[in-house]
């Protein structure tokens, strides 16, 4: 019959009217940041605790699991940690920018699901009515010191202490009279920075490691070489000489940077090594560009090779493009991104060649699109995007 087989299309019609209309709905009012009110992360039922024992350290917070979630996802895009959430499970995915995956639980405490005791549980909060249990848990092996900061700032989040930057929650880690512990002077005095030719051979064993077919060859390979040009880990004077070297292009070590970054920034959805290393390429990019930019504003002279010449128009017009991709997949790797906009800032207010290859990119698009998305889910994204703008702006690019 033709009549039903119209009106069956048109119910089709009407339904997928109806559906569009309402993740359209949805859309504009997360971002704007008006969804009905609540977060992220919306727990109406906690898990209901297990007839086993929870994981060391779970702590009971005097507070409903909904209030507990909207305090813990607050924290989390605070602190700018990638975060995915199951807010039926009750539970939460977070990865930090020095890769620490870890997983949060909501448990219903003790007055929810029996309120069978738990020898693990800290009850740090005397009861007063509902309650809910956090369970916090590392899933791989990222730094161990690393995620018990992270931890505790969620703790303090979760009931409400608002210790939410790495300083404070570092801090409560240690206790309030504790000091850090120091190199002793008569240690430092005997420290001797290396050589230059001490740093050349530094640099061209990395660039051998650069090549292998092993992640984590290259992982070491590059942790080495950004611990060399970290400002605050060496002396200046070696971070300064080693970013000359590489922004020099020395043993053409700076395009294998570049390369091996280009490389792995596809593969970062399958894997995490992908992902260490293009943060990795990247940090040490903008190490030796913030060294020499340092340098060169304090001694007011020229601290290092310039990346406007001939000579680097391979390694810009090779990067450039590759940072427009990382920037535009803001939404899957946050870190990533960050990192690619603050290489951007660099080049683009130290080299006239990078400015023309920028002006030919959607990147702008792709910035705007990072702002609004870290205004709702990463801190340090918002932050990166909105000074990204002001440095484009700045340099007179009109980006397409």
């Given at each position: 019959d033709t009549s039903w087989v119209n009106k069956k299309k048109i119910i089709k019609i009407q339904y997928s009217h109806k559906i569009m209309a309402y993740y359209n709905s949805n859309a504009t009012a997360k971002v704007l940041g008006q969804t009905n009110g609540h977060g992220r992360w919306t727990v109406s039922v906690p898990k209901a605790k297990p007839i086993y024992n929870l994981e060391k350290g779970t702590v009971e917070i005097n507070a409903a699991a909904a209030e507990v979630a909207a305090r813990i996802d607050d924290c989390l895009r605070k602190r700018s940690v990638e975060a995915k959430f199951d807010s039926g499970c009750a539970e939460a995915f977070c990865k930090t920018s020095s890769m620490v995956n870890y997983r949060i639980s909501l448990y219903a405490?003790?007055?929810?699901?029996?309120?069978?005791?738990?020898?693990?549980?800290?009850?740090?909060?005397?009861?007063?009515?509902?309650?809910?249990?956090?369970?916090?848990?590392?899933?791989?092996?990222?730094?161990g010191y690393s995620f018990q900061i992270e931890r505790r700032a969620i703790i303090n989040a979760a009931k409400g202490l608002e210790s939410v930057t790495e300083?404070?929650?570092?801090?409560?880690?240690?206790?309030?009279?504790?000091?850090?512990?120091?190199?002793?002077?008569?240690?430092?005095?005997?420290?001797?920075?290396?050589?230059?030719?001490?740093?050349?051979?530094?640099?061209?064993?990395?660039?051998?490691?650069?090549?292998?077919?092993?992640?984590?060859?290259?992982?070491?390979?590059?942790?080495?070489?950004?611990?060399?040009?970290?400002?605050?880990?060496?002396?200046?004077?070696?971070?300064?000489?080693?970013?000359?070297?590489?922004?020099?292009?020395?043993?053409?070590?700076?395009?294998i940077i570049a390369a091996v970054f280009t490389g792995h920034i596809g593969n970062m959805k399958d894997s995490e090594n992908s992902e260490t290393i293009c943060n990795l390429s990247l940090s040490i990019l903008i190490n030796c560009m913030q060294a020499l930019s340092s340098k060169r504003?304090?001694?007011?002279?020229?601290?290092?090779?310039?990346?406007?010449?001939?000579?680097?128009?391979?390694?810009?017009?090779?990067?450039?493009?590759?940072?427009?991709?990382?920037?535009?997949?803001?939404?899957?790797?946050?870190?990533?991104?960050?990192?690619?906009?603050?290489?951007?800032?660099?080049?683009?207010?130290?080299?006239?060649?990078?400015?023309?290859?920028?002006?030919?990119?959607?990147?702008?698009?792709?910035?705007?699109?990072?702002?609004?998305?870290?205004?709702?889910?990463?801190?340090?994204?918002?932050?990166?995007?909105?000074?990204?703008?002001?440095?484009?702006?700045?340099?007179?690019i009109t980006v397409a």
């Open positions: 405490g003790r007055s929810g699901f029996g309120g069978r005791s738990n020898r693990n549980i800290d009850n740090e909060e005397k009861s007063t009515g509902a309650s809910t249990l956090v369970e916090i848990i590392k899933t791989n092996k990222g730094c300083a404070d929650a570092e801090s409560s880690l240690m206790g309030t009279n504790a000091k850090m512990m120091t190199i002793p002077p008569d240690l430092l005095d005997l420290y001797t920075p290396p050589t230059g030719r001490e740093i050349e051979d530094t640099l061209t064993r990395v660039t051998d490691q650069l090549h292998s077919r092993h992640d984590n060859a290259v992982i070491f390979a590059l942790q080495n070489v950004h611990s060399i040009t970290t400002l605050d880990q060496y002396s200046s004077e070696t971070a300064v000489l080693a970013s000359k070297y590489i922004i020099g292009n020395y043993n053409c070590i700076r395009d504003k304090n001694n007011n002279d020229d601290a290092g090779n310039s990346i406007d010449d001939y000579e680097s128009r391979y390694f810009i017009e090779m990067l450039i493009p590759s940072l427009g991709v990382a920037v535009a997949n803001y939404n899957k790797h946050a870190h990533t991104a960050c990192l690619a906009m603050k290489c951007l800032c660099f080049m683009a207010t130290s080299s006239s060649l990078a400015r023309t290859t920028i002006e030919g990119t959607n990147i702008r698009s792709a910035v705007e699109g990072a702002k609004v998305y870290g205004s709702i889910e990463h801190l340090r994204l918002e932050q990166e995007a909105n000074d990204t703008m002001r440095t484009l702006q700045s340099q007179l």
